[in-house]
């Protein structure tokens, strides 16, 4: 499932690229489209839907990804990944304490894979920090693995900010430049435009090595 979810990301960034890339040979035209996803930047009240959406899945092992590439779409790269942060956050405490409260029941369903038993083995900071900051990485093994295992509130609570930080910021500048820079009239095929999508293929690639490596069986 974790060389899925990285192979996922890989075929998004392609399919980015080659969207920047039709839209500015003017093969496509999705300025409209654009700006009606843009209005609602202009909504004081979805930030806080986006945060609470991202708690309430994430609290319940549910998967909020996607909403990162719509905010891409919706907002600069920094607004993105302080929703981003904030709303993951949140939705890890959240699944933290709800697995906490039911780890006799939880425990059963996630000893027998492996990830859980390198949190079992090593759940320090940096080992928590490299499984956050991995593309593909399912938060939700991530959140209720350390809610069962009562890891240390503060590391987990620091990498849980900085992981969501590292990917909230190279995924939402991925979108945000393959959809602005084309409509700005910036030239698509720059360092500037297209290094969000280079970084990501890197990691995704770092993150199926690991896989491989390490995790024989990540759900």
Known sequence: MFIKS??????????LLTAAVMQHKGVIDLSGELARVENLAQLWWAPLLFIFLKFALYSVAMPAGPFIWLLGVIYVPWAATLITIVGGLLGSLG?????????????DKFSGTQAFSLLQDNSGFFQLLALRSLPGMPHALVNYSSGILQVRLMPYIITATLGFACKGFIYTSAVYNATHQVEEGAAIISIHAIWPLFLLVILSLAGIFFQKKYIKNPC
């Open 6 to 15: 990285s192979l996922k990301i890989l075929v998004l960034a392609g399919i």
């Open 95 to 107: 699944a933290y304490y709800v697995a906490g409260y039911f780890s006799s029941y939880l425990r």
